[in-house]
Nanobody
Framework: VQLQAFGGGLVQSGGSLRLSCEASGRTFSNYYMGWFRQAPGNEREFVATISGSGDSTYYADSVKGRFTISRDNAKNTVALEMNSLKPEDTAVYYC??????????????????WGQGTQVTVSS
């Protein structure tokens, strides 16, 4: 599957951004989709994931209550709505597709396809 992410940018602390990811190449609705992020000098970390149907979502504790993941299977897209952004949210954000159908994971190595990454910078 091919993934392409959009929507990063520069925002002030407390602001909002919406990231989008378009997928192509396989049956989109059978797979969990996730968002991860990587700040300079840090390992890639889990942000959020959503089931194929969109009924189940999981979030990192650091973003719970501020970020919302959603998907539109008719358009093969997944989005990450980010509110109340903090400087520590600054990172390159990646969308990813899990390797196996209906398989939930918070671990980057379980995701086989990755978008190119989009930079999110939150100024204080």
């Amino acid at each position: 599957v091919q993934l392409q992410a959009f929507g990063g940018g520069l925002v002030q602390s407390g602001g909002s951004l919406r990231l989008s990811c378009e997928a192509s190449g396989r049956t989109f609705s059978n797979y969990y989709m996730g968002w991860f992020r990587q700040a300079p000098g840090n390992e890639r970390e889990f942000v959020a994931t959503i089931s194929g149907s969109g009924d189940s979502t999981y979030y990192a504790d650091s973003v719970k209550g501020r970020f919302t993941i959603s998907r539109d299977n008719a358009k093969n897209t997944v989005a990450l709505e980010m509110n109340s952004l903090k400087p520590e949210d600054t990172a390159v954000y990646y969308c990813a597709s899990v390797k196996y159908p209906n398989y939930v994971s918070l671990v980057p190595t379980d995701y086989g396809s990755w978008g190119q990454g989009t930079q999110v910078t939150v100024s204080s």
